[in-house]
């Protein structure tokens, strides 16, 4: 079985209400399709981690929720300081029919999560037989701008960020990366990270150690298994 990443960029006029949201501000910074059900032929149901400086940005998020014409009913839950679930109910017209015919009207099998950027861009991955994976790509519409990542065996040891890590992990090496403590020369300091995060210097030391080396340990067992 064959897998693939794809980057997929929608003009504006294409993008979902909430989508095009993302873009226009600065507090919320990705948000995470985890899971979804399409059961229902009028409606679909949606579940979302939302990540960014949700004190500034989590009223601003829930008008632009309460814009949406599209949107039944929504209930959110806090995770922490810097992300929260949201679960929505919509109507199955416009951009939710689109995206049910994306994760139902295939053999293929979507890898959740699916990630929703600012630059307007969704990264998700796919799984399935090769001739069938390329159809998908080959079949995607004009108008739509896209870049495959990564394509390869499927590797059920291959685990993304956000299913090997938990949460708070996830949220831990987000900052890190983007304020630079990776880079070489370093960017950042452990103190730093600390402050973003709002919790001490041990705290964030200790998650960015828990988070390396769960990554280690996970690369450890490819080589194994490889």
Known sequence: MRYLQLQVRFPPE????????????????????????FSNPEYVTTLLRVVGNTEEGREEYLAALD???????????????????????????GFASRLRALLTD??????????YATDGEMLFEIAGEQ??????VANL???????????GEYDAYRESRVTALTDRQEEVLEV????????????????????E????????ANHLRKVESRLVRLYDDRSTTG
């Not at 295939?106 to 990630?115: A, C, M, Y």
């Not at 995060?197 to 964030?204: H, Y």
Request: net charge negative; proline share 6%.
């Open 131 to 136: 001739d069938a994976l390329q159809g998908l």
């Open 67 to 93: 814009a949406v014409e599209t949107i039944q009913e929504y209930d959110t839950t806090p995770v922490d300081d810097r992300s929260f679930y949201v679960y929505i109910r919509e109507h199955a017209q």
């Open 14 to 37: 294409t993008r979902h209400p909430m989508h095009q949201f993302l873009v226009k501000q600065d507090s919320i910074q990705r948000a995470y399709l985890r899971h979804w059900n």
């Open 176 to 195: 890190a990366r983007e304020r630079g403590y990776y880079e070489i020369p370093r960017q950042a300091s452990v103190r730093e990270i600390a402050d």
């Open 106 to 115: 295939t053999e293929l099998l979507i890898v959740p999560p699916i990630e």
């Open 141 to 151: 519409p004009d108008h739509l701008s896209v870049s495959i990542n990564r394509l």
């Open 197 to 204: 995060l709002g919790c001490s210097k041990s705290t964030a």
